[in-house]
């Protein structure tokens, strides 16, 4: 591979999430399209403007601004952050995430709260914990990310199904922001993975069919799918978004493992152009990269 600085990685992972989710978004909860989408759009459920960022980059924002804040990962700093961003555009945030959230602001603990969801919705393996997780594979050595990725996940998230999903991608961020190849990350990823399911499905990716669902294991699947396929930044996004369902998600996770690797200058500058607080959220990168631990 042609050198890359960490910085680029790092601005272009978190700008390629903001582009996957703002692409995405207006194909959220659709078919597959039967005209591929290229460019930002306006429109969708939540009637998005062309080129506006969606929870997705929010919460990832609030991750990578309590870990520049605080200097490592405070549960209790980011907490106050997520809910913040909830508050502003509660009507974009997932069943999970929401009921969470509302928890919170009631009254109730935290830790109890993640688990009350999880049995009033008997179930919390939605992606909503896997689309935030990367600024920690920026700020942290892979060697690192895998268990702190887990307790960020379960903060919302109680089924340990999402951590795992969360920590496989975050371990990839990690490395090829640091220079490890992509196929290399992965099978370092794959090397770390305790969870059976997660292991079967991420870690034999070609054998299982695509399906952007809002599950955690289906949503990194075909975040994974789409990057590891990929010849270039450009075509991952657009692969991602174009397979409908849960397009902003699948594009965020992609565009993530997509920026870590091909780097900032890979992005389309049409793209940053149109992308909602595009210069922000490569500022916030660069401030989280100059705080790195950089070993892997």
């Known amino acids: 591979m042609i050198f890359i600085s960490g910085n680029l990685r790092a601005s272009g992972s978190l700008v390629a999430l903001a582009i996957g989710d703002a692409m995405g978004a207006p194909l959220e909860g659709s078919a597959q399209p039967s005209v591929w989408v290229t460019e930002m759009l306006p429109g969708g459920l939540h009637f998005r403007k062309k080129g506006q960022i969606t929870d997705d980059t ?51 603990l935290p830790q109890p709260a993640a688990g009350i969801v999880h049995k009033r919705q008997r179930g919390s393996r939605s992606n909503g914990s896997v689309m935030r997780g990367f600024p920690l594979g920026i700020r942290y050595p892979s060697s690192k990310v895998y268990e702190l990725s887990l307790a960020c996940s379960q903060v919302t998230h109680f089924d340990p199904v999402a951590a795992h999903c969360s920590a496989w991608l975050n371990v990839m961020v990690s490395d090829m922001c640091r220079g490890v190849p992509r196929s290399a990350a992965y099978r370092h990823a794959r090397s770390l993975c305790t969870q059976d399911e997660v292991h079967a499905v991420l870690g034999n990716y070609e054998n299982y069919p695509v399906d952007p669902s809002l599950d955690a294991v289906l949503c990194s699947h075909a975040a994974l799918v789409s990057f590891m396929q990929a010849r270039t930044l450009e075509g991952a996004i657009l692969s991602a978004i174009n ?18 690797y091909w780097g900032l200058g890979a992005v389309p500058g049409r793209w940053r152009k149109e992308l909602e607080g595009c210069e922000f959220i490569q500022h916030l990168a660069e401030l989280l990269w100059n705080s790195a631990e950089q070993s892997r």
């Open 58 to 108: 929010l919460q990832t924002m609030a991750v990578a601004e309590s870990l520049v804040a605080c200097g490592e990962f405070d549960q209790k700093d980011l907490i106050s952050r997520l809910i913040y961003g909830y508050e502003m555009r509660p009507e974009w945030y997932g069943p999970t995430s929401s009921a969470f959230f509302e928890l919170v602001k009631s009254g109730t």
């Open 243 to 260: 397979l409908g369902g849960d397009a902003d998600t699948v594009g965020a996770c992609c565009g993530a493992l997509a920026g870590a």
